[in-house]
């Protein structure tokens, strides 16, 4: 077998074990599959995460989000002072103290229809210019480390990939045939990339988490500057 066929090959495997996985599924509506079903299995159908699944998925959010605190703490420093004008804090009913977060950030007071209470026309002039230029000021800095952060997505996807190509040639023969079928191939690869592959899942996770947050604060300076006299 060729370099070239087996690149094929490999290429081939991965693209069908990756294909839509950070996508929402959607319906084959086919006759032979629709044909299977007389009533939807909506009764058995699963919505929550297993125990097991939670604790994971839960570290893995967990760990997330720390970094994207830590790698932008001026994004939320910038935001509780802004929100310090335009909010009201949640004051204790026994106490009279502050409510406060398990990060230590103040919990604003809702409205009568459950959404946190605003007035932006406590802004002034001059908070608006103060604001904007901080966020502006800072958006290099963040805008590169979101970049980072994408860069470190991509290395940890080809790290993946190459787990998979090298899993996918060694793959042993079935006990009783003399070669591995492409579908044994395949299943070995995906056994012996499966730790890189979830790296690879976490690290584009953690990645749209800082575009999305540059991208936001690129639009909370847009906003302030539109309102700007």
């Known amino acids: 077998m060729t370099d070239l066929a087996e690149g094929r090959r490999i290429a081939r495997a991965l693209e069908d074990v990756s294909e839509g996985h950070d996508e929402p599924m959607e319906p ?14 909506f009764a058995r159908m699963r919505t929550r995460w297993n125990s097991a699944e939670q604790e994971i998925i839960s570290a893995a959010k967990d760990q997330a989000d720390y970094e994207i605190d830590t ?22 009913r026994n106490t009279g103290e502050v409510v406060r977060d398990d ?39 963040w805008e590169q480390r979101a970049a980072e952060m994408r860069g470190e ?18 793959a042993p023969a079935p006990e009783g045939t003399k070669r591995p079928t492409e579908a044994d191939r395949t299943q ?14 976490y690290m584009t996770v953690r990645s749209n988490k800082a575009d999305a947050l540059v991208r936001s604060m690129e639009r909370i300076a847009m906003r302030l500057k539109d309102t700007l006299v």
């Open 103 to 141: 990060k230590g950030f103040v919990v604003w007071h809702n409205d009568e229809f459950g959404m946190v209470a605003e007035d932006w026309s406590r802004l002034t002039e001059r908070d608006k210019e103060g604001f904007l230029h901080q966020i502006t000021t800072r958006l290099l800095t």
């Open 71 to 92: 790698s932008f703490a001026d994004v939320y420093r910038i935001m509780n002072r802004l929100y310090e004008i335009v909010r009201e804090p949640l004051h204790d």
């Open 188 to 201: 070995h690869a995906q056994a012996g990339a499966r730790e890189q592959r979830y790296m690879a899942i």
């Open 28 to 41: 084959d509506p086919h006759p032979d599959r629709t044909r299977l079903f007389r009533t939807p299995g």
């Open 153 to 170: 997505a991509l290395y940890a996807k080809a790290i993946w990939e190459e787990r998979f190509a090298l899993s996918f040639t060694d």
